[in-house]
């Protein structure tokens, strides 16, 4: 559970937790045979936490740029996931045209949710965005810049943001991973008490 003070046995078990975590997930794109499957349609790149190294829930990203899109060809490379006996549930959503947020308009994407439970009987959240248009994709370059970026000292700062944060209600649509690593990354957020401060000082809801 997390804790208002980050002393030894905390930091030991974030980092220990991350750690898990990034091995399961590698575990999980391997035994749903990810890359093979998205790799039908376009190019995966597996982002977010993940890559970053900073875990603290079972959540995997992959943005998949696809040359050709066809609601056909993605729905076929989907498919198998559809069926296997461990996905308990998957949610889709269609970010193209008229049903497009606003914030998506001209740079569109089939987007689905996938749940997985692994042999141990946890719960993986699996994010896959089909992007439609050539726009550049910013995540990679932003992961590298997190690893040039980050100190020992950060790294723990924004694990234990997260671990508190990632019981919010808020969390991640209206308050994300990407939220917390720029308040203690360029603006000298190091605590959850002074995180919350930080989202109620720009407008962003704190619960």
Request: hydrophobic letters at 40%; charged letters at 20%; proline letters at 6%.
């Amino acid at each position: 559970m997390p804790q208002d003070i980050l002393d030894a046995a905390y930091v030991a078990e974030l980092l220990r937790r991350q750690g898990t975590l990034q091995a399961e997930a590698q575990q999980v794109i391997a035994k749903l045979n990810l890359h093979s499957l998205l790799s039908q349609v376009g190019k995966p790149e597996q982002i977010g936490s993940s890559m970053a190294g900073l875990m603290v829930w079972r959540d995997l990203d992959f943005n998949i740029l696809c040359p050709h899109p066809t609601p056909d060809l993605i729905f076929a490379a989907v498919q198998p996931l559809l069926v296997h006996p461990r996905v308990t549930k998957l949610h889709y959503h269609n970010d193209t045209g008229k049903y497009a947020p606003a914030e998506l308009r001209g740079d569109e994407r089939y987007y689905f949710v996938v749940y997985y439970e692994n042999e141990a009987g946890n719960e993986w959240k699996i994010d896959l965005s089909f992007w439609l248009s050539d726009a550049p994709r910013t995540q990679l370059a932003y992961i590298e810049y997190l690893n040039q970026k980050m100190t020992e000292e950060t790294k723990l700062a924004i694990l234990w943001i997260k671990d508190v944060w990632c019981h919010h209600a808020t969390y991640p649509y209206q308050v994300g991973g990407t939220d917390i690593y720029n308040a203690v990354l360029e603006h000298g957020v190091r605590t959850p008490e002074q995180f919350r401060s930080y989202l109620l000082e720009h407008g962003i809801p704190a619960e």
